[in-house]
């Protein structure tokens, strides 16, 4: 059975939302996992306690799937749900629902433990998950990937220097920065008219402060369809594939 459920509510305010009055889709990311951080701490396994074993948590992959964006002054409530894990893999689930109890937003996040002393990938502790009563499982869950960017399908690319305020306490780029650096590339039309009906983002290499990213595109506007890749030099950080919508 799938582990317990954490739900908070929220108002989006104006500075959370974009032009068109609709929810930023990194902004949805952070509350999401700021919903995911409370109900950690709740079950005694705090990011201050993780920090003192000397690990955190990173995120390895979302998919998102939007019906719709929630607006400016709009109350909606965000669910999640600890479903699963193996040795080295931590899968969760969030639902976003408005007023009427319809949801709107959900998204599958796969998780990993990292030993911050040695930026690597740890082995899952029992005594960090158990709390959150998920199940475990011998598998890895074969998610779908984005298509592999080739340099000459980049028809646009922009460069971004990492600033200090860039950085999380993970002592790395926090995640909402890489979609600003990817959806900026795009026509600025086509984003007031348009917003995210899937978003799949895989995270691969670490960026750290100073350094320079490239954010390459392929942008598909008949198709409805666009693909990102972050680069430092010649080191994929990020890669995401994203259809699109016509704002309703």
């Known amino acids: 059975m799938p582990g317990k459920k954490y739900t908070e509510e929220h108002k989006v305010v104006y500075f959370e939302t974009n032009v068109t009055g609709r929810l930023n889709i990194g902004n949805l990311v952070d509350l999401c996992m700021l919903v995911s951080t409370?109900?950690?701490?709740?079950?005694?396994?705090?990011?201050?306690k993780l920090d003192s074993?000397?690990?955190?948590?990173?995120?390895s992959q979302n998919i998102i799937d939007?019906?719709?964006?929630p607006v400016d002054h709009e109350k909606i409530k965000i669910t999640t749900q600890a479903e699963s894990y193996n040795?080295?893999?931590?899968?969760r689930d969030?639902?976003?629902?408005?007023?009427q109890g319809e949801e709107i937003v959900k998204m599958h996040t796969v998780f990993c433990l990292m030993d911050k002393e040695k930026r690597k990938i740890a082995r899952i502790k029992d005594e960090i998950v158990g709390p959150y009563e998920g199940d475990y499982t011998t598998k890895v869950e074969r998610l779908a990937v984005p298509p592999v960017l080739k340099p000459e399908e980049a028809e646009i690319t922009k460069k971004y220097r990492v600033r200090?305020?860039?950085i999380d306490s993970n002592q790395h780029v926090n995640n909402i920065h890489y979609f600003d650096w990817m959806l900026d590339t795009l026509p600025e039309e086509f984003l007031r008219t348009h917003e995210v009906k899937q978003f799949n983002i895989v995270y691969k290499n670490e960026v750290r402060s100073g350094e320079?990213?490239?954010?390459?595109?392929?942008?598909?506007?008949?198709?409805?369809?666009?693909?990102?890749e972050i680069r430092v030099g010649d080191k994929v950080s990020c890669t995401a594939k994203?259809?699109?919508q016509e704002l309703k």
Do not use: A, P
């Not at 409370?38 to 201050?48: A, C, H, P, V």
């Not at 074993?53 to 995120?59: E, F, Q």
């Not at 954010?215 to 693909?227: A, C, K």
């Open 212 to 228: 320079v990213v490239d954010s390459l595109t392929h942008f598909d506007e008949e198709r409805l369809e666009s693909i990102h």
């Open 87 to 91: 040795r080295y893999f931590c899968y």
């Open 94 to 99: 969030f639902m976003m629902e408005d007023e």
């Open 66 to 69: 939007v019906k719709r964006l």
């Open 53 to 59: 074993m000397g690990y955190g948590w990173i995120v």
């Open 38 to 48: 409370d109900q950690s701490s709740n079950l005694g396994i705090s990011t201050e």
């Open 242 to 244: 994203v259809e699109w």
């Open 164 to 166: 200090f305020m860039d």
